[in-house]
């Protein structure tokens, strides 16, 4: 969500509301409202989740030619930026989302290790069924393969 972007559509005037939606594969995936107040902007959203809403400050730098520049001030480091990403459901700054998205996906990849681990403890018991022990090395081919991606979407937003 970009504040200038925001501020052309004239989106960031106190009392007015918009809206806009996204797609995913075509499909209506979500859509977002906004409603600005005196230095500050609702975000109204409807993902697959039941509708939330956040409050976002706005600040106003001068700047030479134009009046005043906008920001958002970050909900979660109050930092100034211009745009602000989505990230669990939350709009933060690029930092922010960054490490919101580091911690999940690191959440992610801990789980698929400690799955991992119990399935190859497993296997080396003895006397395992033949359907058992495939079965074991389906769920840990399926580990190592969703920590590959969750590690390539990573460093793909990096
Ligand atoms: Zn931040």
């Not at 999940?104 to 058992?132: F, V, Y």
Request: charge should be positive; proline fraction near 4%; charged fraction near 30%.
């Amino acid at each position: 969500m970009d504040v200038r972007m925001l501020q052309r559509c004239g989106l960031l005037a106190p009392c007015v509301s918009g809206s806009s939606g996204w797609c995913r594969a075509g499909k209506s995936a979500g859509n977002i409202g906004t409603r600005a107040g005196p230095d500050v902007l609702w975000f109204l959203y409807a993902t697959d989740s039941p509708p939330d809403e956040q409050r976002v400050r706005l600040e106003y730098t001068a700047c030479t030619y134009r009046g005043f520049r906008p920001w958002f001030a970050c909900p979660s480091c109050r930092r100034r930026a211009a745009v602000l990403y989505m990230r669990s459901g939350r709009f933060r700054c690029l930092r922010c989302a960054r490490v919101a998205y580091a911690s999940q996906s690191e959440g992610d990849i801990g789980r698929s290790l400690r799955k991992q681990e119990k399935a190859e403890a497993r296997m080396r018991r003895k006397g395992i069924h033949r359907a058992t022990f495939d079965r074991l090395v389906s769920t840990i081919v399926e580990c190592e393969e969703r920590r590959e991606r969750a590690a390539s979407a990573f460093l793909a937003r990096m």
